[in-house]
């Protein structure tokens, strides 16, 4: 089977980790999310951490510079030799450049970039609400997927926590961030034949299957190629 090598774009809140986590155990492929890793630095005190933290808290994103070495030794790394998912990177075009570089230097290329879609105000319900594990990033919101038990992971029993970047003021930087230096990677994607898009906006139940059904899809073409 050819490798699949995916990028989950979207605004912030869409989904993308949530997906993400589903896609992960389906397909049985590393699965490298930039904010789950950042976050950890972060929590670890490394230098990556201490450098992106004051970004992070305020909504910014992280130079283009610190974050494309983190993904470039990741998707060189054995256990991606099938494919990988990447959340949340690339964000910026110049992080997009760096990645096709990095791909055509390893004689690869990106099999589908999906797009996760929601609006402004959908974004703000759902991160008003999310709770977070601290330990394993696992994503929950209070209505739409409530932990079982109140405030506890139901995977790992961890605190369910309220992300330092998921207080309003906050969440309208970060969608502000996203209109301004992330959504132009739709059409630079768009233009590659690389986007296909997924109606965000229903449960994520139905949103999942979408993205199956998506996948059908650019399994057939990748394989009609060969
Ligand atoms: P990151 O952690 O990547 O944040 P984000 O892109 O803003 O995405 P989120 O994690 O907020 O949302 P999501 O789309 O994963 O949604 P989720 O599934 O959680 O990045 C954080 C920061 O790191 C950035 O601001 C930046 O500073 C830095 N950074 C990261 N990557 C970078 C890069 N490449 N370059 C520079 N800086 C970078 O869902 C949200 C909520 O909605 C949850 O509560 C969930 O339960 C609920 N939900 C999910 N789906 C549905 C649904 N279908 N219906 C109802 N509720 C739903």
Do not use: W
């Not at 605004?11 to 999310?33: F, I």
């Not at 991160?127 to 601290?134: A, S």
């Not at 034949?193 to 449960?203: A, C």
């Amino acid at each position: 089977m050819p490798e699949l090598n995916l990028v989950l774009l979207g605004p912030p809140g869409s989904g993308k980790g949530t997906q993400g986590e589903r896609l992960q155990e389906d397909l049985r492929l590393p699965y490298y999310a930039t904010g789950d890793i950042l976050r950890a630095a972060v929590r670890d005190e490394t230098e990556l951490g201490r450098t992106a933290k004051e970004y992070m808290d305020r909504g910014d994103l992280v130079p283009d510079e610190v974050i494309v070495g983190v993904i470039a030794e990741r998707i060189d790394s054995p256990e991606a030799a099938d494919g990988f998912i990447l959340d949340g990177f690339p964000r910026t075009e110049p992080q997009a450049e760096a990645l096709a570089a990095r791909l055509t230097e390893l004689d690869r290329a990106l099999t589908g970039v999906l797009l996760i879609d929601v609006d402004d105000e959908e974004v703000v319900r759902r991160l008003g609400g999310r709770r977070t594990c601290e330990e394993n990033g696992h994503v929950f919101h209070v209505d739409f997927n409530p932990p079982r038990s109140e405030g506890v992971c139901d995977l790992d029993g961890s605190p369910l926590v309220v992300r330092d970047d998921d207080e309003p003021e906050v969440i309208r930087h970060r969608l502000e961030q996203y209109h301004a230096k992330t959504e132009p990677l739709v059409g630079y994607y768009d233009g590659q034949s690389l986007l296909r898009l997924i109606d965000g906006s229903p449960t994520p139940e139905a949103v999942g299957a979408e993205v199956e059904r998506t996948l059908a899809t650019i399994r057939l073409e990748a394989d009609e190629a060969i």
